[in-house]
Nanobody, 121 residues
Framework: QVQLVESGGGLVQAGGSLRLSCAASGNIFRIWAMGWYRQAPGKQREFVARITSDGSTNYADSVKGRFTISEDNAKTTRYLQMNSLKPEDTAVYYC???????????????WGQGTQVTVSS
């Protein structure tokens, strides 16, 4: 089993910044990719950003140029730096990871518990 623990959400004014963290722990052989999704009230969960094991990143068009995903040297924590926040960025942000575990030939998909980001106008 793998656990993803998110932190860093909160309330910020439009134009402000927040940094989300997602720490992975447990039976991890390799993290193939880790990213962030978000879900606003009444809307479907949507992709935000992702970083793969080789360091490649991709972003939703709505956050390009404002959000940056990165990882720590140990590659156990991923960060989402969110700048120039807009009210439409308000959502619960979920960390997601595609993980290869010891003793398992495939990979498994894990989700964090979510962290609320609220951007006031």
């Amino acid at each position: 089993q793998v656990q993803l623990v998110e932190s860093g959400g909160g309330l910020v004014q439009a134009g402000g910044s927040l940094r989300l963290s997602c720490a992975a722990s447990g039976n991890i052989f390799r993290i193939w990719a880790m990213g962030w999704y978000r879900q606003a009230p009444g809307k479907q969960r949507e992709f935000v950003a992702r970083i793969t094991s080789d360091g490649s990143t991709n972003y939703a068009d709505s956050v390009k140029g404002r959000f940056t995903i990165s990882e720590d040297n140990a590659k156990t924590t991923r960060y989402l730096q969110m700048n120039s926040l807009k009210p439409e960025d308000t959502a619960v942000y979920y960390c997601n990871a595609d993980v290869a575990e010891y003793g398992d030939s495939g990979s498994n998909d894990y989700w964090g518990q979510g962290t609320q980001v609220t951007v006031s106008s």
